[in-house]
């Protein structure tokens, strides 16, 4: 994974599921995965419950084929710990949720979960009925624009705790034992990233947390969010000191921000906006890092953002995903020709709207194999679908995505 | 018409606050409500032309919605009471199991400004509901959202819910959402498919005239 992170031609292609919380798993195909390779039975971990995403266990991972690890943050988005797991029912299924996962069926069918686990708080996420994600319920103060005040939105940004510290040193440690490549979420510099922003993890959320208000705000309350990113920047760079003094150079990669900037057709700023509100402040985060850290930034992006990739270049990205081919402007072998030597693809491998959840095998194998034929020469490339791989994909349409990668590289899979 | 063209701007401009104060003034001096309606639908059209040609993104577009929406409120009431005609009737919400709705706001917000007569069910929304709904407001056009793969299916359930109730010939059925294409639109039996709040504009305009 180095030689490609470093734009060398690695022996293979690396292949990533399951490291970070946009190239994950849903937990009823990682159960899918397990019952397909003859893993040992058993309940699957939700070790991220907002998307249930499955915890890929190095079982898996090796009956995969996969060659990347995760580091995630202590708590979970919904400001509980990924810890002390108990049973849990999930439409069927049986899986492991954290022991503060605490959640009430409502008579309809949906699902409602509580932040910190906490029943007394009003629920921070509902899944409907139907649906295989939880979702943030919007819980916004009524904005009084006299008293609004930065703070109010910083409340999540806090310097990071010695016990924050000892799991991100201890999940280091056992990442780093595995030999595989680690890709680390330590979290805090993600600016305005919009699946944030409701703060589904905070009992009392105040400030600007409705998503359209927040959209509006980008434009109508410019300084305002200038002041939070500025505040945040400087508490995420002293965070990311100490996280560093504590595991140094182990990680290959940090996750940087996920905030989206793209939609399927266009995008949710211009250029000039981009640079003037966001660019300032990822430039000084991947700044430090690169200034004092041998880590990768990874920049996660829906949509079409090819028109960003330059200002992502600039302000210090090495990586971007999710590489939404099917958005418009991100046609593969442009990108690749484009920006293959200076941004690393960590994506893009098949498309998960219509090709893995809906097409043939056959269908999956063919896209696979043209998708790694454009980013593989030269490395920069890891194989990660477009996004998590979502609820209701058929297994047989990810063993053949698998296979496929595996067929590239001239590796035998089963 | 100084008022008028001040509430074209306010709506192009996204100022809800001019745009709700422009209204009354006109209103005030006895513009008639068509009038005011008048001058909405262009504006959102051009709010939508600004948007395709990628000048206007989706917080612009979120301002201007709700400048427009900020006139309609005051309008509406007059409009119903002078028995004024819409360009048709609208049922408009995200499939059962799907509660992402900035997508789907975005089109209610641009049928409203194309003067269409919207019946926002929300996000979430069972088949049933948008039946009752179609029924009860004599709508002509329902409007269908999904983002997610998962939920994509509610949308057949809802067109085939529509055919099972025997109301499959009084309304058109028109879908959209980030994972939603044409090929899915015709594989379901929809009427029609928009990738675009805009582009949903001039299709839900050509649908309820064929």
């Known amino acids: 994974m180095r030689t490609a992170l470093e734009h060398r031609q690695p022996d293979r292609i690396p292949l990533d599921f399951g490291s970070t919380s946009v190239t994950g798993i849903h937990v009823s195909c990682v159960a899918a995965l397990r019952h397909h390779y003859g893993l040992a039975p058993g309940p699957v971990k939700v070790h991220e419950p907002y998307q249930m995403l499955g915890l890929v266990e190095d079982d898996l991972r090796a009956a995969m084929g996969l060659d990347v690890t995760g580091v995630f943050p202590r708590k979970t988005m919904f400001g509980f710990p990924a810890a002390g797991w108990k049973e849990w029912n999930f439409r069927g299924l049986d899986v492991l949720v954290p022991g503060d996962f605490r959640t009430r069926t409502e008579p309809n069918g949906d699902i409602l979960i509580y932040p910190e686990g906490d029943r007394t708080a009003a629920p921070s996420g509902r899944m409907p009925l139907g649906s295989a994600f939880f979702d943030s319920i919007v819980r916004q103060p009524e904005i009084d624009d006299e008293k609004l005040d930065p703070a109010d939105n910083l409340e999540e940004f806090a310097p990071v705790s010695e016990a924050d510290l000892d799991h991100i040193e201890c999940s280091v440690r056992t990442a780093c034992g595995g030999g595989y490549g680690v890709a680390a979420t330590f979290g805090g510099t993600a600016f305005g990233d919009i699946a944030l922003v409701p703060a589904p993890f905070l009992k009392n959320p105040k400030g600007i947390r409705d998503v359209t208000e927040w959209y509006m705000s980008t434009r109508t309350r410019r300084g305002y969010i200038h002041r939070i990113f500025e505040r945040q920047c400087e508490i995420g760079m002293e965070n990311l000191a100490r996280i560093h003094a504590r595991i140094g150079d182990a990680v290959d990669c940090m996750f940087v921000c996920g905030t989206d900037f793209g939609t399927q057709t266009s995008a949710f700023c211009s250029v000039p906006t981009f640079r003037e509100l966001w660019f300032p402040y990822y430039q000084r985060v991947n700044g430090w890092v690169h200034a004092n850290t041998a880590w990768k930034c990874f920049k996660h992006s829906c949509g079409s953002v090819e028109r960003f990739f330059e200002s992502f270049i600039e302000a210090g990205f090495d990586i971007v995903n999710p590489v939404q081919c099917s958005a418009a402007g991100m046609e593969p072998a442009e990108l690749k020709r484009k920006y293959g030597s200076r941004l690393v693809f960590w994506g893009g491998g098949v498309d998960t709207q219509k090709t893995l959840p809906f097409g043939t095998p056959q269908e999956v194998r063919e896209e696979v194999l043209r998708r790694c034929q454009i980013f593989a020469p030269g490395g920069g490339f890891v194989f990660n679908s477009i996004h998590n791989l979502q609820a209701g994909t058929p297994v047989e349409n990810i063993v053949a995505m698998l296979r496929a990668v595996h067929e590239f590289n001239g590796v035998a899979h089963a | ?210």
């Open chain 2, 1 to 210: 018409m100084p008022d008028l063209e001040k509430l074209h701007a306010a709506v192009i401009e996204g100022d809800w606050k001019a745009a709700a104060a422009v209204t009354h003034a006109a209103i005030a001096r006895g513009v008639a409500p068509l009038t005011i309606v008048g001058c909405l639908v262009p504006a959102m059209d051009e709010v939508g032309r600004l948007f395709e040609c990628e000048e206007y993104f989706v917080p612009e577009m979120l301002l201007s919605a709700r400048a427009m929406k900020a006139s309609m409120e005051i309008v509406r009431p007059l409009l119903a009471a002078a028995g004024a005609e819409p360009v048709g009737r609208v049922v408009i919400g995200t499939v059962k199991g799907d509660l992402h709705d900035i997508g789907k706001n975005l089109v209610a917000s641009m049928l409203e400004g194309g003067g269409f007569e919207v019946i926002d069910l929300g996000a979430d929304v069972a088949p049933e509901r948008f039946i009752e709904a179609a029924t009860a407001r004599h709508a002509n056009l329902v409007a269908l959202s999904a983002l997610l793969t998962v939920t994509m299916p509610s949308m057949k359930t809802t067109v085939d819910a529509f055919q099972a109730a025997g109301l499959r010939e009084q309304v058109k059925i028109m879908v959209g959402g980030a994972p939603v294409t044409q090929q899915y639109a015709d594989a379901i039996g929809a009427d029609g498919y928009s990738e675009s709040a805009a582009g949903a504009v001039a299709l839900a305009r050509k649908l309820v005239v064929v």
